[in-house]
């Protein structure tokens, strides 16, 4: 009960930033990444995609 509101606090940020959407200065870009297993991954993985509008 103590944390119950510092809980929510954290819970609604998280949520804003999540709703920002996807945020990559932590790595390249995928143009860069063609030397890393990136692009073996994203083969494998590329039936999982689902195109949107």
Known sequence: ?????ARQK???VAD?????GPFEPHRLHLEE??????PDVMHR???RFV???
Not at 1 to 5: L, V
Not at 33 to 38: F, K, L, Q, V
Request: proline share 4%; no cysteine.
């Open 10 to 12: 954290a819970l609604d």
């Open 45 to 47: 993985l590329k039936d």
């Open 51 to 53: 195109r949107l509008r």
């Open 33 to 38: 990444m063609e030397y890393t297993t990136m």
């Open 1 to 5: 009960p103590a944390y119950d509101n």
């Open 16 to 20: 804003y930033m999540r709703s920002l």
